[in-house]
């Protein structure tokens, strides 16, 4: 079967939002560094991908939130490979805490397996597959679901422009895909602002919050 991986987090006072609970982009951050280590623990580093001249992407995110976390809560992450398929492949991931077990995320990460110098999709090597799953149990899983086509925007959509910045750009030198989801949270606050309820007054008025439950996300083209 694939290897599975285990890393607790414990959580961090700036990792935590107005509400006080973890924000929904820092659980990403949890996600990829947990990705990082099963990785390393099967055999691929990211010194390996440097000499390989290979690097994996994101290509689609697919997380539920459950439970929220707050400060001081620690979090256990499980992930293990889902599947392979030519030059992509799919991570699962379950969040649970560790004091009590209550579940707090589910999610999927639709990777592509890239050429570092061209930037162009590669296939992955059968050593690699292997070293991720001894059993060679992952290849058997159902061809994956088209990503869905979103609904027409209403009258009245609110856009925003917004310009990259240095602090958005990882290693991959593009924006990371968390801060994507700092960006979506930006437009809706902005959104919401536009339409006479900002967040004070949903807080102080309305009693009220507007918190995420569920992104599907498709990475489509790198910003810069």
Known sequence: MSLIHERTFRVRQYECDAYGHVNHANYLRY????AMDASAAAGYDIHRYNEMQRQWLIRETDI????PLTYGDSVIIKTWVADFHRVRSRRAYELRKADTGEPVAEAMTDWVYLDTTTQRPVTVPPEMIQGFDPDGTTQQIPRRDPFPEPPPPPAGVFKMRRLVEWRDIDLA???NNATYMAYYEDCTVRDSASRGWPIRRMMTEGQFAVVAHHYRIEYKLPAV
Not at 31 to 34: D, G, R
Not at 64 to 67: E, H, S
């Open 64 to 67: 539920r939130y459950l439970t």
């Open 173 to 175: 030198q593009h924006v």
């Open 31 to 34: 996600l990829q560094e947990a």
